[in-house]
């Protein structure tokens, strides 16, 4: 167990819709990774947040936002949801201060399964 | 743009055979490779590469970098069903990049009885 926890587990939504997944943080840990992996693909780095701040994004449309929270914790939010938009959603924590720090200390949770119809 | 290219796409064997899985990268600044195995959900780390030709081990796992003709490879020997996963490879960039990784597609091992 690493100790992040995401919410929910899974979860189906139709076309257009929005959705929340929630991440929790490791203890420590005050930087949250996104991820998108589709089926048959590795995981696709969404935007990650240090200390409550967007902190660098990949290429996905405005239309997937975030937030981190004082605990360190986050969301994903997803507006207008596409079929594309069906994979399994990932987060990672690790203890980010700014300065070079290995992903050896990347912690990832076991996703929430998005469905849309 | 970075690329990262695994091969194979899915590998099926049996309990003893021994694999071995390839990752090509094309990264700016490149600074680490790293493996993962995904079984169900969390990709859990393997190994983190930095030198080139310095072979890492851990039990039957063991993974080595070329830095100058951009791969590594991951060799898993006396093959057994609980490896059955899918194994990632994802070159790292450090510094600002720091978990913002880039992971190639992916190869799924299937290893039966």
């Known amino acids: 167990e690493t100790g992040v926890t995401q919410s929910p587990t899974h979860l189906i939504k139709t076309r257009g819709q929005q959705v929340t997944l929630r991440c929790s943080s490791q203890s420590g840990h005050n930087t949250v990774s996104w991820y998108q992996q589709a089926l048959g693909q590795g995981p696709q780095f969404i935007f990650q947040y240090y200390r409550e701040e967007e902190n660098g994004r990949g290429n996905f449309p405005p239309r997937f936002s975030g937030l981190q929270f004082p605990n360190y914790s986050s969301e994903l939010n997803v507006n207008a949801l596409e079929l594309d938009d069906s994979a399994l959603y990932l987060c990672?924590?690790?203890?980010?201060?700014?300065?070079?720090?290995?992903?050896?200390?990347?912690?990832f949770g076991s996703g929430t399964q998005l469905s849309v119809l | 743009e970075d690329k990262v290219v695994q091969s194979p796409l899915s590998l099926v064997v049996h309990e003893g055979d021994t694999v071995t899985l390839n990752c090509s990268y094309e990264?700016?600044?490149?600074?680490?490779l790293l493996w993962y195995k995904q079984e169900k959900k969390a990709p859990t780390f393997l190994f983190m590469l930095t030198s080139s030709g310095i072979e890492k081990k851990s039990g039957r796992l063991s993974s080595i970098l070329d830095k100058k003709e951009l791969f590594s490879i991951l060799n898993i020997t006396a093959t057994q069903t609980g490896d059955s996963a899918i194994y990632l490879c994802?070159?790292?960039?450090?510094?600002?990049?720091?978990?913002?990784?880039?992971f190639g597609q992916g190869t799924i091992l299937t290893v039966h009885p």
């Open positions: 990264v700016t600044n490149f600074r680490s």
């Open positions: 990672a924590s690790s203890r980010g201060t700014g300065a070079p720090v290995t992903n050896e200390k990347l912690f």
């Open positions: 994802a070159p790292d960039a450090g510094g600002t990049s720091y978990g913002k990784l880039t």
